[in-house]
Nanobody
Framework: QVQLVESGGGMVQAGGSLRLSCVAS????????MAWFRQSPGKEREFVAA????????QYADSVKGRFTISRINAKNTVYLLMNNLKPEDTDVYYC????????????????WGQGTQVTVSS
């Protein structure tokens, strides 16, 4: 069983950068596709980025393409989300998620979630 703990959220001005980290417990981390989602109160969880177990395949939401980069270091059981050129509309709680299979973009397909980390971007 994999457990996830996110960190790295905070408050930043528009145009700034943040790097989120998600540390996973469990020996099967390298077999898990990982993803970042975000959610605002009253809204559905929104796909941000995903990465395959090997790190060779990545996928991004159109809204973050060119600004965000997902990566992973399996030896450290960690996945990262580097967020550049942040905009006020990026303000959300960001969640790390894991699944054992191919990468997908729907939240319902991920069975393991972290507790979330708040990102706030001021204009």
């Amino acid at each position: 069983q994999v457990q996830l703990v996110e960190s790295g959220g905070g408050m930043v001005q528009a145009g700034g950068s943040l790097r989120l980290s998600c540390v996973a417990s469990g020996r099967t981390f390298s077999s898990a596709a990982m993803a970042w989602f975000r959610q605002s109160p009253g809204k559905e969880r929104e796909f941000v980025a995903a990465i395959s177990g090997s790190g060779g395949i990545t996928q991004y939401a159109d809204s973050v393409k060119g600004r965000f980069t997902i990566s992973r270091i399996n030896a450290k059981n960690t996945v990262y989300l580097l967020m550049n050129n942040l905009k006020p509309e990026d303000t959300d709680v960001y969640y790390c998620a894991a699944r054992f299979g191919v990468i997908i973009t729907t939240a319902a397909g991920f069975g393991v979630w972290g507790q979330g980390t708040q990102v706030t971007v001021s204009s």
